[in-house]
């Protein structure tokens, strides 16, 4: 979650501040003059907190929306009000400004001398890489500033946009602590010590990165560390022309966001395997069951499941486990990997319900729960659900998938395959691609294109963690598309897998409501004995 509106937080350890004869302290939280205490409103001393942290540059006024409203939409004149009781509280005007200067059109600037002080009266100055608190349970990233590499303008402007607006999208994930930008920008340089920022800003990760802009050339490195042991965990190198830098900067953020979603919890899972099943936390064992969870088999999936109740019996108001246990119930019906698929079903949409009433804002929960009423033959009314997850996290890939996948059944294959292909560009390695793959073939098969149909079902099929039914559409396919060779070799291969595989199952897990689309479906297995 993001956390710029917390100062505690944001000023790096209970650092203080003085301001000529007024003292902002940390420990206390509260502004004093003279020795006694001011009377102002919790958001003119967040306001005061962030100035005194950022006293040696610009502050723009999405800044200080984003780290005294969280980024909610305000009006200028609650940020005017603001700025005004914040120079009142220091015994200044908007005259003669002379702690907080207004630049017209730009933002702000705090020009008052500012010197760090005492958390305490009786306490030694904090220093300024003195630790952070502890580190959150759930996992933890700061976002560097990008080391600019060379002096263009536009290069100077990208390294601090572009981590901003990362800060930003990261803020939606609601598994994760991101750490405000104001703090998070006091580390700056080419080579930064991981370690050290782990331990001064109590975070488990740190993206930090490089940029370099020439005259057409706009080169862009990025590289997630590990601040425990310091390794890198994922790298990556982008570059574009530099005139349509500002269309691809979006793009730049989605991508680099959704691989942090992927990369992040693979390597808390690693970690987790490391430990003991008994000294596992809530954390630790859910983001262990995602690993689990995403071989999509039935030993697998029900590790899973016991490492979700783990982390629901260690705390009880663990949305995302509750979605995660949505999930392994979700598959355990949608596969047949228990006997009683109703109970499995009914598991799934209680789970869902249950992440949703703990935290509706989190796209996990609200996907889970989309998903749950497949299960219940009601594809159109997983829409509202799948359409809240990705409004909460616009480039949610799996949220994306899910809605192509609910499209394309419902028989609309052009936004089928258009929310197919933008899932798999925000996610190119997702652990549900294979699913992501054989919804772009449905599509064509909705559309009557058969052959790409084909094409795509091969590649699904083929794809690490394909279940059965991804088999099934291959066979399905290719009968369409009049290959029947192909046909018959992929429904051998699904009869391997599970020798009692038959119609009822797929179209339990695949509800087309086009009936003749069905019949299509239904006449193309019963050609290769399904």
Excluded at 182 to 197: E, T
Excluded at 400 to 417: R, V
Aim: hydrophobic share 45%; glycine share 6%.
């Amino acid at each position: 979650m993001f956390r710029g509106d917390l100062p505690r937080h944001a000023t790096l350890a209970g650092m203080s501040y003085r301001i000529g004869d007024h003292e902002l302290d940390a420990r206390t939280y509260e502004l004093r003059f003279a020795g006694q205490a001011v009377a102002v409103e919790p958001q003119v001393l967040a306001l005061l907190f962030f100035f005194a942290e950022n006293r040696d540059r610009l502050i723009t006024k999405d800044e200080i929306v984003e780290a005294v409203w969280k980024g909610r939409i305000v009006s200028d004149s609650a940020i005017t009000s603001r700025i005004k009781s914040a120079r009142q509280a220091l015994g200044d005007d908007g005259a003669q400004q002379r702690t907080i200067r207004t630049i017209h059109g730009k933002g702000y600037r705090f020009v008052a001398e500012v010197t760090r002080a005492p958390a305490s009266a009786g306490e030694a100055a904090a220093a300024p890489d003195a630790p952070a608190e502890a580190a959150p349970a759930k996992p933890s990233i700061a976002v560097l500033p990008f080391h600019l590499i060379g002096t263009d303008p536009r290069g100077m402007l990208l390294s601090e946009a572009l981590p901003h607006e990362i800060t930003t999208e990261l803020s939606r994930l609601r598994w994760l602590f991101v750490i405000a930008r104001g703090s998070a920008f006091q580390f700056r340089g080419p080579m930064p010590d991981v370690r050290h920022i782990g331990t001064v800003l109590g975070v488990r990760y740190c993206l930090s990165g490089s940029i370099a802009v020439d005259d057409r050339q706009m080169e862009l490195t990025v590289e997630l560390s590990d601040t425990r042991d310091g390794g890198v965990v994922w790298a990556d190198h982008y570059s574009s022309n530099i005139a349509s830098i500002h269309e691809v900067r979006s793009q730049i953020v989605a991508y680099v966001s959704t691989a942090l979603e992927i990369q992040i919890p693979l390597r808390e899972a690693q970690q987790a395997r490391l430990r003991a099943p008994s000294d596992l936390d809530a954390w630790s064992a859910y983001h262990l069951g995602l690993q689990h969870m995403f071989r999509f088999n039935r030993q697998d999936n029900a590790v899973a499941l016991t490492l979700f109740e783990t982390a629901v019996a260690k705390e009880s108001d663990f949305a995302r486990a509750h979605a995660g246990l949505s999930f392994t119930h979700f598959q355990n019906a949608f596969l047949g990997h228990v006997p009683d698929v109703g109970a499995a079903r009914a598991a799934a949409r209680a789970a869902a319900e249950r992440a949703v009433d703990i935290d509706a804002l989190d796209p996990f929960a609200n996907f889970t729960y989309g998903r749950s009423l497949w299960l219940e033959d009601n594809v159109s009314g997983s829409l509202v659900w799948l359409d809240r997850s990705i409004l909460l996290s616009p480039n949610y890939a799996q949220g994306i998938y899910a809605k192509a996948w609910a499209e394309t059944l419902l028989g609309n294959g052009a936004d089928g395959q258009q929310h197919a292909d933008a899932a798999m560009a925000l996610s190119p390695i997702d652990p549900l691609r294979y699913a992501m793959l054989a919804t772009r073939a449905l599509a064509h098969l909705v559309r009557d294109e058969t052959a790409a149909a084909a094409g795509w079902s091969d590649q699904a099929a083929r794809a690490p963690g394909a279940h059965i039914l991804i088999t099934l559409i291959a066979a399905a396919c290719h009968a369409l598309n009049g290959d029947m060779e192909c046909a018959r070799l992929w429904a051998a291969r699904a009869k391997e897998r599970d020798p009692g595989i038959c119609q009822q199952r797929f179209f339990r897990s695949f509800p087309f409501e086009d009936a003749q689309m069905r019949q299509r479906i239904a006449g193309a297995l019963k050609s290769v004995d399904i």
